[in-house]
């Protein structure tokens, strides 16, 4: 550790805490007491309620608000979509109006109020419809242009932003044809933020946030609006054990407040409200080939360090002439679900002192104007050497030191696979699954000595 960390003043400690502060969903369905960190750290949101703002706002979440350490950082096209989305899209409207649910259908078998207790939600009007998971009738396979890109890039790293509405631009566009299912697809992302201290396990703050988005091919928007009552978009939330809080996006989303089900969630659409808003989208942007809708929020219960994805723990050795920084990492594949690798991993440190060289292992990038080390690493994971464990060195070289130690920051991203294991599936029929994407990557995840 650093042995002059009585310069370091707590000013940087305290405001790097305040990003990662307590989060506040609500209103939201509880699974348990909302987490407290029992911690000297700010009660800051880690992610804030969107106010009702124009439908040109960006959205941005400070999770994903890398600056300063980020600030102004070039990186090439491949770590390009580590960085959250900059293109504007349209917010979901906060305040349209009374919401009329969807049609109950007659059908609709009554759920027996034995099965059903203990989900503390605001009422709805009705609950959904319940039908059998019997597979719809087989229908045309989607184009592979469809299938592939039917999920913006530019939602990648938006776990943390609040709910909106969006418009993706893919290479081709849909065509939905004569068929009795209409092509919906599914993107999971949760963005984890940490914030460790030295090599205290003890001391690391966790916060793991989580979104769905459904995407419509532009098609279905003459479909809603030729039908007056379009089929019921239903859907089921499943493997939801490890959730804290759910926060379904009210104006387009309804569940069943009596549902009490401990690994599931039933939800479904107001297909009024999703018929209008697209169709708004759809005259704001006509050439789009789909529309992304954030539709629900979640919560992931967390264990502190146990439940980072990457452990750190950072040393520094400052003196009038040189500074040694030492940075461990290890892959943790405890905090997954199902272990997967880490990509893109980019480690960036500032160093103040007036740099003059820098010897590095395994060689980083110094940026002389931003006065930053840069590593970035392939990837980690069980199968990489030393089981996804390794070290990042460097000696640095001052004309005006001595250093103090910063916060470093650290991003990476994974695909395939969520950290809480959450999955979703269709109900009823009408609609059908045509890509289901799952990701996590990081939020704000730093590191102190």
């Given at each position: 550790?650093?042995?002059?960390?009585?310069?370091?003043?707590?000013?940087?400690?305290?405001?790097?805490?305040?990003?990662?502060?307590?989060i506040?969903?609500?209103?939201?369905?509880?699974?348990?007491?909302?987490?407290?960190?029992?911690?000297?750290?700010?009660?800051?949101?880690?992610?804030?309620?969107?106010?009702?703002?124009?439908?040109?706002?960006?959205?941005?979440?400070?999770?994903?608000?890398?600056?300063?350490?980020?600030?102004?950082?070039s990186?090439?096209?491949?770590?390009?979509?580590?960085?959250?989305?900059?293109?504007?899209?349209?917010?979901?409207?906060?305040?349209?109006?009374?919401?009329?649910?969807?049609?109950?259908?007659?059908?609709?078998?009554?759920?027996?109020?034995?099965?059903?207790?203990?989900?503390?939600?605001?009422?709805?009007?009705?609950?959904?419809?319940?039908?059998?998971?019997?597979?719809?009738?087989?229908?045309?396979?989607?184009?592979?242009a469809?299938?592939?890109?039917?999920?913006?890039?530019?939602?990648?790293?938006?776990?943390?932003?609040?709910p909106?509405?969006?418009?993706?631009?893919?290479?081709?566009?849909?065509?939905?044809?004569?068929?009795?299912?209409?092509?919906?697809?599914?993107?999971?992302?949760?963005?984890?933020?940490?914030?460790?201290?030295?090599?205290?396990?003890?001391?690391?703050?966790?916060?793991?946030?989580?979104?769905?988005?459904?995407?419509?091919?532009?098609?279905?928007?003459?479909?809603?609006?030729?039908?007056?009552?379009?089929?019921?978009?239903?859907?089921?939330?499943?493997?939801?054990?490890r959730?804290?809080?759910?926060?379904?996006?009210?104006?387009?989303?309804?569940?069943?407040?009596?549902?009490?089900?401990?690994?599931?969630?039933?939800?479904?659409?107001?297909?009024?409200?999703?018929?209008?808003?697209?169709?708004?989208?759809?005259?704001?942007?006509?050439?789009?080939?789909?529309?992304?809708?954030?539709?629900?929020?979640?919560?992931?219960?967390?264990?502190?360090?146990?439940?980072?994805?990457?452990?750190?723990?950072?040393?520094?050795?400052?003196?009038?002439?040189?500074?040694d920084?030492r940075?461990?990492?290890?892959?943790?594949?405890?905090?997954?679900?199902?272990?997967?690798?880490?990509?893109?991993?980019?480690?960036?440190?500032?160093?103040?002192?007036?740099?003059?060289?820098?010897?590095?292992?395994?060689?980083?990038?110094?940026?002389?104007?931003?006065?930053?080390?840069?590593?970035?690493?392939?990837?980690?994971?069980?199968?990489?050497?030393?089981?996804?464990?390794?070290?990042?060195?460097?000696?640095?070289?001052?004309?005006?030191?001595?250093?103090?130690?910063?916060?470093?920051?650290?991003?990476?991203?994974?695909?395939?696979?969520?950290?809480?294991?959450?999955?979703?599936?269709?109900?009823?029929?009408?609609?059908?699954?045509?890509?289901?994407?799952?990701r996590?990557?990081?939020?704000?995840?730093l590191?102190?000595?």
């Amino acid at each position: 550790m650093h042995p002059n960390n009585s310069h370091h003043t707590m000013a940087s400690l305290d405001e790097l805490k305040l990003s990662i502060g307590n989060i506040t969903l609500s209103p939201a369905i509880s699974r348990h007491s909302p987490v407290q960190m029992n911690r000297n750290s700010s009660s800051e949101e880690l992610t804030k309620s969107k106010p009702s703002t124009s439908s040109n706002e960006k959205g941005t979440s400070d999770l994903l608000a890398w600056d300063p350490l980020f600030g102004g950082l070039s990186l090439d096209s491949s770590s390009a979509s580590l960085t959250s989305s900059t293109s504007a899209r349209p917010t979901t409207p906060l305040s349209v109006g009374t919401i009329v649910p969807p049609p109950r259908p007659a059908s609709r078998p009554k759920l027996t109020s034995g099965k059903l207790s203990g989900i503390n939600e605001i009422p709805r009007p009705f609950s959904p419809p319940v039908t059998s998971n019997t597979s719809p009738p087989p229908a045309a396979p989607l184009a592979r242009a469809e299938s592939s890109s039917s999920i913006s890039s530019s939602a990648s790293l938006s776990a943390a932003n609040t709910p909106t509405v969006g418009v993706s631009r893919g290479p081709s566009p849909v065509s939905l044809g004569n068929q009795d299912t209409l092509p919906v697809a599914v993107a999971l992302t949760e963005s984890v933020n940490a914030y460790f201290k030295g090599a205290d396990p003890t001391k690391c703050i966790v916060k793991i946030t989580g979104d769905m988005t459904i995407s419509f091919p532009s098609g279905i928007i003459k479909v809603f609006t030729s039908n007056p009552s379009p089929a019921v978009l239903c859907f089921r939330v499943k493997n939801i054990s490890r959730l804290e809080q759910i926060l379904p996006n009210a104006q387009l989303v309804f569940s069943d407040p009596s549902q009490c089900d401990s690994n599931t969630k039933d939800f479904w659409m107001n297909m009024q409200a999703v018929t209008v808003y697209l169709k708004k989208l759809s005259e704001q942007n006509p050439a789009a080939s789909y529309y992304n809708v954030d539709v629900l929020k979640y919560q992931v219960s967390s264990n502190g360090i146990q439940s980072t994805p990457l452990n750190l723990a950072t040393y520094w050795k400052c003196s009038a002439g040189t500074t040694d920084l030492r940075v461990d990492y290890k892959y943790n594949p405890e905090a997954m679900v199902i272990p997967s690798v880490l990509s893109n991993i980019q480690v960036v440190v500032p160093v103040d002192g007036g740099v003059t060289n820098m010897q590095s292992l395994p060689p980083a990038i110094w940026n002389a104007e931003q006065m930053k080390a840069f590593w970035k690493l392939s990837g980690v994971s069980e199968k990489s050497e030393n089981g996804g464990s390794g070290t990042l060195r460097a000696k640095f070289d001052l004309s005006e030191g001595p250093s103090k130690p910063t916060t470093l920051a650290v991003q990476f991203l994974s695909e395939g696979s969520t950290l809480s294991g959450v999955d979703i599936e269709l109900v009823g029929t009408g609609y059908r699954l045509s890509l289901v994407k799952k990701r996590f990557a990081t939020g704000r995840y730093l590191a102190d000595c």
